[in-house]
C-alpha cells in the first residue's frame, strides 16, 4: 500500500449540493477496486453513511437520504 499525507482536497458533490473542501491523505492498495473513507474522513465531510452496503447516505444537517452511485459508473 501507498500512503500519500495530505495531498489530496475532497468534498462531496451532489446534483443540489456539495459540501465543505477537506484535506486528506491518500491510500492507495493494488488490490482494493472500490473508494474506501475513513470513519474520521466521513465525519469531516460532514456525511452519514446509513446504509454502507446499499449506498444509502446523507449530509449530516438534512434528512433526506441519498443514493450512492454503483460502483460502475466511476
Known amino acids: 500500500m501507498y500512503v500519500l499525507r495530505s495531498c489530496c482536497t475532497v468534498s462531496v458533490s451532489e446534483p443540489d449540493r456539495t459540501g465543505q473542501e477537506v484535506r486528506a491523505d491518500l491510500v492507495a492498495s493494488p488490490v482494493e477496486r472500490e473508494v474506501i473513507i475513513s470513519?474520521?474522513?466521513?465525519?469531516?465531510?460532514?456525511?452519514?453513511i446509513?446504509?454502507?452496503?446499499?449506498?444509502?447516505?446523507?449530509?449530516a444537517d438534512e434528512e433526506r437520504t441519498?443514493?450512492?452511485?454503483?460502483?460502475?459508473?466511476?
Open 50 to 59: 446509513l446504509a454502507p452496503k446499499r449506498g444509502v447516505w446523507r449530509f
Open 66 to 74: 441519498r443514493q450512492s452511485y454503483p460502483p460502475q459508473y466511476w
Open 39 to 48: 470513519d474520521a474522513l466521513a465525519e469531516a465531510l460532514g456525511i452519514s
